[in-house]
C-alpha cells in the first residue's frame, strides 16, 4: 500500500483499501479485518448496514454528486475523492462543498491522479490527506503543502481574503 501525507506534513502508512465498483450483478467484496472505502451511492444504499462502522468509509468519483451524503457525512470516519486524471478539477468542489455545505468534520481524502503541484490548492479546499500518484515523491510533498505563504482568496483554512487579514 503507498504511503499517505498528511496536512501537517508527515507521512505515514495507508490502512485503508479502495473498494472498486463490482461489475453489474456482483457482490462487493469488502475484505475481512481491513478499513476499506466503498463506493459513496453504495454506502449509501446499504446505509443500515455500514453506519456506525469505523473501518468503513467511502469514495466519491469525480462526477458523484456530494449530496447524496449531506445527512450523514459526519456518520463516516473517512470519504475520499477520486481525482481520475489531474486535469479533472471537480473534486476541488467535492471538497468546499463536504467541508462548507454539509460540514464534513473527518478526514477528507484525495486519492487518484494526485501531483505535487495540487496539494496546497487541494488543502485549502478541505482536504487533510493526500494518496499522491505512485510515480511521485512523497518526500517532495511537505514543500508543496507550503508553497505559498498567503493565498488571496478565502477558502476553507482562512475565512478572510488577504485583504481583508492586512486591513485588520
Known amino acids: 500500500m503507498p504511503d499517505i501525507i498528511f496536512q501537517d506534513g508527515s507521512i505515514r502508512q495507508n490502512q485503508w483499501v479502495v473498494v472498486f465498483r463490482p461489475e453489474s450483478g456482483e457482490p462487493l467484496d469488502i475484505p475481512e479485518q481491513r478499513q476499506v472505502l466503498i463506493?459513496?451511492?453504495?454506502?449509501?444504499?446499504?446505509?443500515?448496514?455500514?453506519?456506525?462502522?469505523?473501518?468503513?468509509?467511502?469514495?466519491?468519483?469525480?462526477?458523484?454528486?456530494?449530496?447524496?451524503?449531506?445527512?450523514?457525512?459526519?456518520?463516516?470516519?473517512?470519504?475520499?475523492?477520486?481525482?481520475?486524471k489531474f486535469s479533472d478539477g471537480r473534486g476541488y468542489s467535492i471538497a468546499r462543498l463536504l467541508r462548507e455545505r454539509f460540514g464534513y468534520k473527518n478526514e477528507l481524502r484525495a486519492i487518484?491522479?494526485?501531483?505535487?503541484?495540487?496539494?496546497?490548492?487541494?488543502?485549502?479546499?478541505?482536504?487533510?490527506?493526500?494518496?499522491?500518484?505512485?510515480?511521485?515523491?512523497?518526500?517532495?510533498?511537505?514543500?508543496?503543502?507550503?508553497f505559498f505563504s498567503q493565498g488571496y482568496q478565502a477558502a476553507t483554512d482562512t475565512d478572510l481574503p488577504l485583504f481583508r487579514r492586512r486591513a485588520s
Open 39 to 84: 463506493p459513496a451511492d453504495l454506502w449509501v444504499a446499504n446505509r443500515e448496514r455500514y453506519a456506525g462502522n469505523e473501518n468503513v468509509g467511502v469514495w466519491l468519483d469525480s462526477h458523484d454528486e456530494p449530496e447524496t451524503l449531506a445527512n450523514h457525512v459526519n456518520e463516516l470516519p473517512l470519504i475520499a475523492v477520486n481525482f481520475p
Open 112 to 146: 487518484g491522479d494526485v501531483l505535487l503541484d495540487q496539494l496546497q490548492f487541494m488543502k485549502r479546499c478541505g482536504f487533510d490527506t493526500y494518496e499522491l500518484r505512485p510515480d511521485k515523491d512523497i518526500r517532495k510533498a511537505v514543500k508543496s503543502l507550503n
